[in-house]
């Protein structure tokens, strides 16, 4: 079973339309737990972090459920803009390395 | 915000030789480096940490010997691809830990004919 797990689409939805994605993690010991954002052939970039109270930045809004090990990205009123690859990403607490989850494409159409 | 350095950004390279990529914290001192692998459709593979000063350490299945790694400075992370076959055809992307998180560096597409 991979550490992270993720729908890997692809999505293809409306502009202007709210569009959700879910991720498993299988380890209980993650401490950190975040979404990027990678556009094709870049490199990813941050998109948000995930705090256990869930939290929002803009259009994006994030939630974490450290009982069922799931974390979820919700995008509302989808721009073009928006169409990328979206990871869902973990490290463990003492650890430094982030363990990324196979991606979950998104294109937004007009 | 923290600056990752990565190049190059591409390189096509002969079966058999090796490649060199080079990857620099520029405004911030990089203690410890990691390197992915990405092919196709799938996600970052992280095949090693490297480790200012000391010797890299590798993820399972990873051969250190075909995969160099130096980090001699604070600021810079090599990885060498040695001999290099069309299999090692991929998207490499290093990233370094900043105050703020995990920057990654903009990545070298290499491909190996």
């Known amino acids: 079973r991979k550490e992270v797990e993720q729908d890997p689409g692809p999505f293809n939805v409306p502009e202007g339309a709210t569009v959700a994605f879910n991720c498993t993690y299988s380890n209980s010991a993650s401490q950190s737990f975040f979404w990027y954002r990678q556009d094709c052939r870049k490199e990813p970039k941050l998109l948000m972090s995930?705090?256990?109270s869930g939290n929002e930045d803009g259009r994006f809004t994030a939630q974490l459920n450290r009982a069922s090990q799931y974390i979820s990205l919700l995008i509302r009123d989808s721009k073009l803009s928006d169409s990328a690859t979206y990871l869902c990403v973990v490290n463990s607490r003492g650890a430094q390395k982030l363990v990324f989850g196979q991606g979950t494409r998104l294109t937004i159409n007009p | 915000g923290a600056v990752v350095s990565q190049h190059p950004s591409r390189v096509i390279c002969k079966s058999g030789t090796s490649v060199k990529i080079e990857c620099r914290s520029l405004?911030?001192?990089?203690?410890?480096m990691f390197w992915y692998r990405q092919f196709p459709k799938q996600s970052l593979m992280l095949m090693a940490t490297?480790?200012?000063?000391?010797?890299?350490?590798?993820e399972q299945g990873v051969e250190k010997d075909k995969f160099l790694i130096n980090h001699a400075s604070l600021t810079l992370s090599t990885l060498t691809v040695t001999s290099a076959h069309p299999e090692d055809s991929s998207f490499y992307i290093c990233?370094?830990?900043?105050?703020?998180?995990?920057?990654f560096g903009s990545g070298t597409r290499l491909t190996v004919v």
């Open positions: 405004d911030f001192q990089a203690t410890t």
């Open positions: 995930v705090y256990s």
């Open positions: 990233s370094a830990r900043d105050n703020y998180g995990y920057t």
């Open positions: 490297s480790n200012e000063g000391s010797k890299a350490t590798y």
